[in-house]
């Protein structure tokens, strides 16, 4: 079966920068769209960038504009989340997921596929 793995998170202070990694063992993740979603402690997960295939298309929250990056690099076959100018609200269990097509993952429909998570905390 083929999985998500998610790292890169930690403790980060307001002001500073992660970069997340998202990669998947037996399926080439050029092919389709991956997104990167968070959820805060009580509350629902939100959409933050997702990927589209070979990367032709970014799309952003309007939260993380201007200070997320996502991209995809082939031969790795991995999909990073860049982030930068973090905040206390970026705070959250971040997850990759995907639908395993071309079109951007949707958090609430059993087609989606989900890495583990990995924590970011923004705090001085």
């Known amino acids: 079966q083929v999985q998500l793995v998610e790292s890169g998170g930690g403790l980060v202070q307001p002001g500073g920068s992660l970069r997340l990694s998202c990669t998947a063992s037996?399926?080439?993740?050029?092919?389709?769209?991956i997104g990167w979603f968070r959820q805060a402690p009580g509350k629902e997960h939100e959409g933050v960038s997702c990927?589209?295939?070979?990367?032709?298309?970014?799309h952003y929250a309007d939260s993380v504009k201007g200070r997320f990056t996502i991209s995809g690099v082939s031969r790795e076959n991995t999909v990073y989340l860049q982030m930068n100018s973090l905040k206390p609200e970026d705070t959250g269990v971040y997850y990759c997921?995907?639908?395993?097509?071309?079109?951007?993952?949707?958090?609430?429909?059993?087609?989606?596929?989900w890495g583990q998570g990995t924590q970011v905390t923004v705090s001085s």
């Open positions: 997921a995907t639908e395993w097509s071309s079109g951007c993952p949707r958090a609430g429909t059993a087609l989606t596929s």
């Open positions: 037996g399926a080439t993740l050029d092919y389709y769209a």
């Open positions: 990927i589209s295939p070979y990367g032709r298309s970014t």
